[in-house]
């Protein structure tokens, strides 16, 4: 079982930056893939970046890639999103997520949810 408490969300005006962080409890965190997905109002849950169990390896959503970074610090078993540059159209909630499988952009893949963290840019 892996509890995931998302921080760092806010109000930020265009063009700002926010670091959201996800802490994971556990002694396990190092095994599992993270995803870090969003979801605005009146829209479906999407993926934005994962990453694997080293933090070798990351994938984004086009939308983000270039301004966002995903990273995680497996020895403080917290996974993090750095965004840049950021847009109205970021606005969302955003959900850390675990993964006991291949780090994927898919939601399904993903075993474990955190409550969400609000994110709103304005223009």
């Excluded at 002694?27 to 969003?38: K, V």
């Excluded at 270039?66 to 959900?95: C, F, W």
Aim: include cysteine; glycine fraction near 10%.
């Amino acid at each position: 079982q892996v509890q995931l408490v998302e921080s760092g969300g806010g109000l930020v005006q265009a063009g700002g930056s926010l670091r959201l962080s996800c802490a994971a409890s556990g002694r396990t965190f190092s095994s599992y893939a993270m995803g870090w997905f969003r979801q605005a109002p009146g829209k479906e849950r999407e993926f934005v970046a994962a990453i694997n169990r080293s933090g070798g390896s990351t994938y984004y959503v086009d939308s983000v890639k270039g301004r966002s970074t995903i990273s995680r610090d497996n020895a403080k078993n917290t996974v993090y999103l750095q965004m840049n540059s950021l847009k109205p159209e970021d606005t969302a909630v955003y959900y850390c997520a675990a993964s006991r499988h291949y780090y994927s952009d898919k939601s399904a893949e993903y075993d474990y949810w955190g409550q969400g963290t609000q994110v709103t840019v304005s223009s």
